[in-house]
Structures are given as C-alpha cells and as structure tokens.
C-alpha cells in the first residue's frame, strides 16, 4: 500500500504562483504518479502526469503554465503552478499507479492510490 501526502496548497492571486508537493511513502511499484483536480460540482479531472522514464503529459488548459516533475531520492512528485487562474481553483490530488496505458495518463479511473487533496484558491 502506497500513501500520499500532497502540501502546498494555498491562496493566490491571478498571475501568481504555487508549487504543490506529494510526498510517497514508497514509489518502487510505482510507474506513474499524475496530479488532479476537482472543483466544486464538477468532475475531477486530470492535470498532469509523469511516468518512471519521465515522459509527461498535461491538459491542454495548463499546458505551458504548469510543470511536473519528480524527485526520486525524496520519493517526491511536484507542480509547479505558474500564470494562475481563477478557473484553476480546485483541490488538487495526487494519485499513482503501477501501470497507465498511454491513452489514460490522464484518467482519473486508471489510478489506484489517491491523496486526501489541497486547496488551491486563485483569486482574480
């Protein structure tokens, strides 16, 4: 069993950036880790994802402002949030897999261990 634990979440202003963290107890069994996200009354949807070789995927809502990346030595996945937007207030969730196919990287179905969420308030 794999736990994550996601800081940094936070309130901001339009423009303005964060960077998330997702601390995993164990990323050994792990060949994808993704970030999330789910506003109020709407579905949760994918952000970003990384895999064990490092290729990324990313929604095209945040591409070019949003970063992902992974530190394997502190078992650490991190979002890197810039030119933020209102619309991207959500909790957002890291989650991790052993295995996504190619087309799912940014399904939220296709992982199995999830975080409890931080808030990220963006205010315009």
């Known amino acids: 069993q794999v736990q994550l634990v996601e800081s940094g979440g936070g309130s901001v202003q339009a423009g303005g950036s964060l960077r998330l963290s997702c601390a995993a107890s164990d990323t050994r069994t792990l060949g994808i880790m993704g970030w999330f996200r789910q506003a109020p009354g709407k579905e949760r949807e994918g952000v970003a994802a990384?895999?064990?070789?490092?290729?990324?995927s990313y929604a095209e809502s945040v591409k070019g402002r949003f970063t992902i990346s992974e530190d394997y030595a502190k078992n650490t996945l991190y979002l890197q949030m810039n030119s933020l937007k209102p619309e991207d207030t959500a909790m957002y969730y890291c989650?991790?897999?052993?295995?996504?196919?190619?087309?799912?990287?940014?399904?939220?179905?296709?992982?199995?261990?999830w975080g409890q969420g931080t808030q990220v308030t963006v205010s315009s």
């Open positions: 990384i895999d064990s070789v490092g290729r990324t």
């Open positions: 989650a991790a897999a052993g295995w996504v196919s190619s087309n799912s990287k940014l399904l939220a179905r296709a992982y199995y261990y």
